[in-house]
């Protein structure tokens, strides 16, 4: 660093004209990592201080081969992770044929299951891991860019490598993460679709068996009935994603929203930074693994995650009207096991707990049950067919409000031909 001073600007406190980061809540990070005397740091050592703490994360984009790697490591901490055996995998082969015959009953969404597989804990972080980066990626990108636009635009401009450090601390931070946040969720999740988007390829129905089996603990259900209401679920989001193929991209892309809405709160960052050893180069990894840098939630974000939280409850409502009609006649210990998802949902389920963990996105599920009334509700009044119907354009789904008065969406009067006509004319003369 020169130590001539710069212009100051102010005109009037000297410490600026000498170190840009003066003034602003990043004075007191440097000047705890090596800055003396209100000098911005020798960027040399601290680059070669947090290269040692930091190392290995590249560019500073997240590593979605570290990400698996941490995954599958802390599953063979966790315990025994058993492999479907080939009677697992018959069962499951048999459980989809007969839950897409009665699926056929309750919905003219037409079947799409092409495929299936009995996965390991493991075989799911291996199998999907390719859309948690599709998910994840766009999120993480944002937040570690935030840390280096958390500065002000001169210490950006002097502090030279210390930003690709940060790049990389904070890359290193979700690739952890994110690890074992998958690694928690694939011993909870039964089913490529438990989350409430399709992780596994398109039409590719997959089941854990042995997460079946823990679900089904303690419910004095047998084991059949467990697995075929479980499979009944895989398969109706597999239909309704097919179905409605703007879907699964609505929802990529309310995620990748609430990260662009990503902010760094540098007051936060000063605070947080209080009484900081110097001396101890582990002190930095630590406060950075306690929300260092952690995003403050901004009125962007809750615009995208209100989108995302409805289309959600609508996707999960749908599945669990759908089959409850399957299931009606057929199946008398579906009302049991759907409260069991119900509670499961409650308490936090798989989605709300890892999108909490790897970004600050929680999914409430109280909105779920609205959702299922609403379904419910419109194929009491209009028939299973125009239920369905609605999903083919997000033109005609019903909004977050609706969800307030869902007898009231369902006596609404469904478009016509001659409605879009009509509405179409009117644009057109108002050009």
Request: aromatic fraction near 6%.
């Amino acid at each position: 660093m020169p130590d001539e001073p710069h212009d100051d600007p102010t005109g009037d406190d000297p410490a600026k004209g000498q170190n840009p980061f003066a003034g602003t809540p990043m004075e007191q990070i440097f000047a705890a990592m090596g800055g003396q005397g209100g000098q911005a740091p020798d960027l040399g050592a601290l680059f070669g201080q947090m290269q040692r703490l930091f190392s290995g994360s590249g560019d500073g984009t997240v590593d979605f081969a570290v990400v698996k790697d941490v995954a599958r490591h802390a599953l063979s901490a966790a315990g025994p992770d058993p492999s479907p055996h080939s009677g697992q995998v018959g069962a499951l082969d048999d459980a989809v044929r007969l839950a897409e015959g009665w699926l056929d009953r309750a919905t003219e969404v037409p079947a799409a299951v092409t495929s299936t597989s009995a996965w390991s804990r493991a075989d799911w972080v291996e199998q999907t891991i390719g859309t948690w980066e599709q998910v994840v990626a766009p999120i993480a990108e944002h937040v570690v860019g935030a840390m280096s636009e958390a500065l002000p635009e001169e210490a950006r401009a002097m502090a030279g490598p210390l930003l690709g450090i940060l790049r990389q601390a904070g890359s290193a931070m979700f690739a952890q993460q994110i690890g074992q946040a998958l690694s928690e969720l694939a011993g909870e999740v039964v089913s490529s679709t438990d989350i409430g988007l399709p992780l596994a390829a398109a039409g590719h129905a997959a089941l854990l068996p042995h997460n079946v089996a823990e679900f089904g603990d303690g419910l004095e259900i047998g084991a059949a009935d467990v697995l075929l209401y479980v499979t009944l679920r895989e398969c109706a989001h597999h239909r309704l994603f097919a179905h409605a193929s703007w879907l699964r991209p609505a929802i990529l892309g309310a995620i990748e929203e609430f990260g662009r809405g990503t902010r760094i709160d540098t007051s936060a960052i000063e605070d947080k930074l209080q009484g900081f050893d110097p001396g101890n180069p582990e002190a930095m990894a630590e406060a950075m693994q306690n929300g260092l840098f952690d995003p403050e939630p901004t009125p962007e974000q809750q615009v995208a995650l209100t989108r995302l939280e409805t289309l959600l409850a609508f996707v999960e409502g749908w599945v669990d009207e759908v089959v409850d009609q399957a299931t009606r006649e057929t199946m008398p210990t579906a009302g049991a096991l759907s409260e069991a998802v119900r509670r499961r949902r409650a308490t936090g389920g798989p989605a709300e707990q890892t999108f909490a963990s790897l970004v600050g996105l929680e999914l409430r599920p109280r909105r779920m049950r609205e959702a299922t009334t609403l379904w419910a509700a419109l194929r009491d009044r209009q028939g299973p067919a125009a239920r369905d119907a609605v999903w083919t354009h997000p033109d005609l789904m019903p909004s977050a409000d609706d969800l307030d008065d869902p007898l009231g969406f369902a006596q609404r009067e469904p478009a016509t031909d001659a409605d879009f006509d009509t509405e179409l004319g009117k644009l057109l003369d108002d050009e």
